[in-house]
């Protein structure tokens, strides 16, 4: 019986001595589930057993005899058991340290000496009992043994109670807790440490060297026996910094010879904090000046202002519930990973009811935002928003809330921002409401009918809340209207058509000329879109609007194009980069806008420069033209000019063509704006099948051709 | 007797050890269960903390804004006030400021650099007392909203790897965007509007192109790519019902695609299936929530003033600055916008003038406009080019015109809201504006502190893919703490 007992103890030992070595080995990829981790949790409890079995077992051991039985039974039990649980212990040791909160140095030693023990205790209860094994190797095994158990011990207490857990009564100074650099005082978290490390030991309530205390405000500002410390503001004058740059063998130096000195770097702060005059005690370091050397110092060992992630008391809704309640129309999503908080957006007017809200009261404690912007929500939708105890951010912006919804909010205990913008909510609704609103931090009011003479009182009742006025026309800053536009598809007509203008702001008037005239706010055509066009027209437009400035010019050419020839043929080739659609691009009735010198945009500009422009148009039934245009454009900054000249060929065929017309069109005034030109040439009525255009480029003062820009071409 | 017998039980032989090792083989088995990555099961090391769709940490701000200026702005005559250049005007370049910098192929046969100061005067604004030119008058009313950065600098010089390193992280591309990241790390605020969108205007400066590949997902699911809104009647391309297809078949048709769908996931298993089935569900509902978002009509008076009259001319930078705000309201996490026209080699002056009146006060606006419903907060505006632009002329440099090539050491852009510090200036060039004399911030930088503000750690923010861990910021990047208020 004892044997069996035994052998399943040493086989037992044998395994756990197997699986640790495993879980070492492949440590790093070990995943712990929640179900285990409590066991992983039962290690600072089980490791009693083992330390003070395997201190007996090591006693035993120490005075090791072969002699007794009974002892030399109680001995290998002791130890198998001892190695056992302290297997069991390093098992669970390993599980807990894969929980958070546990790395460093400690953690290193007390796993390692740990595991330690259970390696060398149950090395030695298998080589115990072969021949080798001597007393002398016995005591020494003992005392290795025992000697990492406390070693061990030490670092698991160390880690559980912390680092100073043994020696922290015995600490007299106290560290306090580094302050964040947006809640320090200069006086407070930088100057007076500096004092308290080098001065208060001799200047304190009970030593008082030279009458002198350095402990509080009060009596700093009083000074000692020598007389005041200094003149806030003047450090130049200072006692308390002549004494401590008078040199170190003065007797008046300070601090006294063979004490520890101020260092540079604090007497610099001393200097700039005396030189800060009046606040002394009361500034904060962010409120200096961003480059005061007083607060770039501080600010290199003061903590970096770091926005406190908010903590919630409630714990995370469980995700099966928030997938079931997430809608098309409802986003409901964690603020983060591992966050217990929830962001809830509702979206669609049509679909939006109170009852979406409702629905919600199994994450009521997790909401800590609600979006239901442009949704018309009523008051009655929000009766059940009390139920959301942790909302933080309510956004209710342009919806249809009035005072009985801001009532229903005021019960939110955390409610830090709020927008209102677009509602109804008045200066007295929110005068009411507010003072309950405690946490409120910011409310958005843009679009409401609170005046800014209201919103003014409001900041002032209360100073805690930011309000969020926003962008009010007040019709001080008039701005200049944009550019009448064309409606209609196309610019090329056949026989006539509608002239459609529009503009993009709503109650405008667009006045225009077709003279070539600018247009006025009083005697120019009101386009009321019964305007016909029926012949080729120049018009200038201008839109105007009360608490506006007038537009711009706008400037548009209707051709006219009774006749199309049936198909068209190039002559020369074109530039490369103002190919357009070819031959087809000249009656295709799409005109191209300025700024052509960019390729990208140049889509409906045909080009040429160093060849002719020419262009042959057949058809299929005789037609009679008495006049040939061309819609170019002209913009001299970028060498882009009229053509030069201008000539129309015509016959029965290609092979008969007989000069009808040419034209040289006069040079352009130099100096002027970019801009969309026609040039037309007439002639007696001529019936003809085949059309030659030839379009050539102008040349330069020294020879050279310029670029000819054209769209479309026009024939009546 | 006994003691031998005794003995012999405590003794070890073969057998015993043999069995015992059976069962520490079993142990072993045991443990095994607690290691699922043992072998090599599951992504192994960094995946396990990440799961797509939730930020890493409580975020600062919900949503992005970037207004992206295409063509690298001149921060000479912005923000990057520098007097001393302007003294300078017509003098070389010293070869002490201008180092070892290579130059792009269009000045690199130039003969003399002589330096150019801006033509456009500075003022300062705000507490912050920052300075701005006054091409930005609007900009300049707002700069106590603004965290101006003017050494923020790049590795590539010429636009299409710049845009690219700044939107993906690489110069190469084949990376997701910015906003296909922010998608895939945040999740969808709305399910009724795509996470990612884009929106395109142009000025009438030389413009540079932007191709969809700034807004791909790369190896990202499709279902973060951007989706593009352009101006006129179908704001989405093919959204609309074809003529004849009612709301209800649409829903029979999707439905029963949706079937067939599920029944080739189940037989290949590729995820690109199930991100299609996502994307149709997606474009049924953008069929009821885009029309709502893109209508502008019911903008208040108020509004139209605020971004100026050409926020109701579609294609507009001031229209898409409308438009974006509205899609951030809706939920949209990353709207991008970008204005083309600002690459002025030549015709500085003129060009840069009418870029400036395009974006200005429509830029503010947006900022203005955030603030003023509660969203400013939570929304992260962000306002600025690809690089910047050099202290010396390109081209020759006449009484009133000269241009300005590209120049990667230093550039300006701004921020807005978004736990971003309000109403600072950060980092300083030199004195000609060339080179960086105080608190550089690298793009991967900037991109790991956007990621921060969003409550995402860009080191944890990965994608493994073709055997390699990806980051938006590649192998570099820290967040500039700075900047975070």
Not at chain 1, 160 to 189: C, K, R, S
Not at chain 1, 563 to 578: A, E, F, G, M, R
Not at chain 2, 100 to 117: D, E, Y
Not at chain 2, 248 to 267: I, P
Request: net charge neutral; charged share 20%.
């Amino acid at each position: 019986m004892k044997i069996k007992f035994n052998v399943l103890g040493a086989q037992l030992l044998l395994v756990l001595n197997i699986f640790v070595a495993f879980l070492l080995l492949f440590e790093n990829k070990l995943v712990v589930p929640a179900w285990l981790q409590p066991a992983g949790r039962m290690h600072p409890l089980v490791l009693h057993f083992p330390i003070v079995i395997l201190v007996m077992a090591m006693f035993l051991e120490f005075f090791r005899s072969r002699s007794n039985s009974f002892y030399l039974q109680a001995s290998h039990y002791l130890l198998l058991l001892g190695a056992l649980l302290a297997g069991i212990t390093v098992i669970m040791g390993l599980l807990l340290s894969k929980e958070e909160g546990y790395a460093g140095d400690t953690l290193f030693w007390h796993k390692w000496t740990g595991i330690a023990i259970f390696f060398i205790s149950s090395f030695i209860y298998f080589i115990r009992n072969t021949q080798w094994y001597s007393a002398p190797a016995a005591k020494a095994g003992a005392v290795v043994t025992v000697l990492v158990v406390i070693i061990s011990g030490h670092y698991g207490a160390s880690l559980t109670h912390g680092e100073n857990f043994l020696t922290e009564p015995l600490a007299v100074y106290y560290q306090p807790d580094p302050v964040a650099f947006d809640q320090a005082l200069v006086f407070d978290h930088v100057v007076k440490p500096i004092l308290e490390k080098k001065c208060t030991g001799c200047h304190n309530a009970d030593k008082l060297k030279g009458e002198l205390m350095l402990t509080d405000s009060a009596s700093i500002v009083k000074g000692g026996k020598s007389g005041k410390l200094f003149i806030a503001g003047d450090p130049d004058m200072s006692l308390l910094l002549q004494r401590v740059h008078l040199p170190l063998e003065d007797k008046k130096h300070m601090p006294p010879a063979g004490k520890a000195q101020l260092t540079e770097p604090e007497i610099a702060l001393l200097t700039a904090w005396i030189k800060t005059g009046t606040t002394l005690f009361s500034a904060k370091v962010s409120e200096l000046p961003e480059h005061d050397s007083l607060r770039m110092a501080a600010a290199g060992f003061l903590q970096p202002a770091q926005p406190a992630e908010e903590k919630y008391d409630f714990s995370a809704a469980d995700e099966k519930t928030i997938n079931a309640l997430s809608t098309d129309y409802r986003t409901i999503l964690p603020l983060a990973k591992e966050s217990p908080a929830l962001a809830v957006n509702i979206y669609n007017r049509e679909e939006w009811s109170g009852k979406q809200l409702e629905e919600l009261a199994p994450l009521k404690k997790q909401v800590v935002a609600l979006n239901l912007n442009k949704l018309p929500v009523k008051d009655g939708d929000l009766k059940s928003i009390s139920q959301f105890q942790s909302l933080r951010h309510v956004y209710l912006n342009f919806t249809d809330i009035t005072a009985a919804g801001l009532k229903e909010l005021s019960i939110l205990p955390h409610l830090q921002t709020l927008a209102v913008s677009g509602t109804k909510i008045s200066y007295n609704d929110l005068k009411a409401q507010l003072p309950a609103l405690k946490s409120l931090k910011s409310i958005a009011i843009w679009n409401t009918p609170i005046t800014p003479q209201e919103a003014q009182e409001l900041k002032k009742a209360n100073t805690g809340i930011t309000f969020i006025e926003g962008f009010k026309d007040d019709g001080t800053n008039p701005l200049k209207l944009n550019l009448p536009e064309v409606k209609n598809k196309s610019m090329v007509f056949t026989q006539s058509t509608q002239l459609q203008l529009s503009h993009p702001i709503k109650g405008v008037d667009i006045r225009f000329t077709t003279d070539g005239t600018e247009p006025d706010s009083t005697t120019s055509f009101l386009f009321d879109g019964k305007t016909e066009l029926k012949e080729n027209t120049y018009i200038k437009a201008k839109a105007y609007k009360e608490g506006w400035y007038a537009s711009d010019v706008a400037e548009f050419y209707f051709l006219k194009c009774s006749i199309k020839p049936d198909s068209t043929h190039l002559l020369y080739k074109l530039n490369s980069v103002h190919q357009a659609e070819g031959a087809k691009s000249y009656f295709d009735n799409k005109l191209g806008v300025i700024g052509a010198n960019n390729p990208a945009w140049a889509n409906n500009w045909t080009g040429v420069r160093h060849t002719d422009m020419g262009l042959l148009c057949y058809f299929n039934n005789p037609a009679t033209i008495s006049s040939v245009g061309l819609h170019y454009m002209l913009e001299e900054v970028t060498g882009i000019y009229p053509p030069g000249s201008l000539q129309v060929w015509g016959g029965e065929s290609e092979e008969q063509l007989k000069l009808l017309a040419s034209l040289r069109p006069p040079p352009p005034p130099k100096g002027g704006k970019p801009s969309l030109e026609t040039v037309e040439v007439s002639f007696k009525p001529h019936k003809v099948s085949c059309l030659k255009i030839v379009a050539v480029p102008q040349t330069n003062e020294k020879g050279d051709r310029r670029l000819l820009l054209v769209d479309e071409m026009y024939l009546n | 007797m006994e003691k031998e017998i005794l003995e012999h039980g405590f003794t070890w032989n073969r057998r015993r050890f043999l069995s015992a090792m059976s069962l520490g083989v079993g142990s072993v088995a045991l443990g095994s269960l607690l290691m699922p990555d043992l072998f090599g099961r599951g992504n192994s090391v960094g995946d396990e903390a990440f799961k797509p769709g939730i930020p890493h940490f409580a975020p600062r701000a919900k949503r992005v804004i970037y207004l992206f200026q295409n063509g690298a702005p001149s921060q000479q005559e912005l923000f990057d006030y520098k007097p001393k250049l302007r003294e300078m005007t017509g003098q070389e370049i010293p070869p002490s400021v201008r180092g070892n910098q290579r130059l792009t192929g269009m000045t690199a046969n130039q003969s003399a650099f002589p330096l150019v100061g801006s033509f456009v005067d500075f003022k300062q604004y705000g507490n912050s007392r920052a300075w701005v030119s006054d091409l930005m008058p609007y900009t300049a009313k707002i700069v106590d909203e603004l965290c101006i950065v003017r050494s923020m600098y790049t590795e590539a010089i010429n636009h299409d790897p710049a845009l690219t390193f700044l939107q993906t992280g690489s110069q190469q591309g084949n990376r997701p965007s910015m906003g296909a990241w922010l998608s895939y790390g945040l999740g969808n605020e709305n399910k009724n509007l795509p996470n990612f969108t884009v929106l395109l205007s142009r000025g009438i400066g030389n413009g540079q192109g932007v191709y969809s590949k700034l807004w791909s997902n790369g190896f990202l699911d499709s279902v973060h790519q951007g989706v593009q809104f352009s101006k006129g009647e179908d704001p989405v391309l093919y959204l609309r019902d074809p003529d004849g297809m009612d709301r209800k078949a649409r829903r029979e048709m999707l439905d029963n695609l949706s079937e067939l769908n599920e029944m080739a996931y189940k037989e290949m298993g590729d995820p690109e299936i199930t991100a299609k089935i996502q994307q149709y569900e997606m474009a049924y509902r953008m069929q009821m929530a885009v029309p709502e978002v893109m209508d502008l009509s019911k903008e208040p008076d108020d509004i139209v003033k605020l971004y100026g009259p050409d926020c109701l001319v579609p294609g507009t930078f001031a229209a898409n600055c409308l438009l974006a705000r509205k899609l951030s309201e809706n939920g949209v996490r990353f709207v991008q916008l970008y204005h083309q026209g600002w690459d002025q080699h030549g015709n500085l002056p003129f060009e840069i003038a009418k870029q400036a009146k395009d974006v200005d006060q429509a830029s503010a606006a947006l900022v203005i406009d955030l603030k003023q419903r509660g969203l400013l907060d939570e929304t992260l505006v962000i306002w600025g080019g690809e690089f910047g632009r050099t202290s010396y002329t390109q081209g020759r440099l006449t009484q009133d015109n000269y241009g300005r090539d590209h120049h990667p050491r230093c550039f300006t852009i701004w921020m807005a809201g978004g736990g971003i510090k309000p109403g600072i200036v950060y980092g300083e060039t030199d004195e000609l504006g060339y080179n960086i004399i105080k608190d550089p911030v690298h793009v991967h930088d900037f991109q790991a502190t956007v990621l921060n503000q969003l409550g995402l750690d860009h080191e944890k923010l990965i994608f493994k893919h073709l055997g390699r861990r990806y980051r938006l910021t590649d192998v570099s990047g820290k967040v500039v703490k700075d900047l975070i208020a």
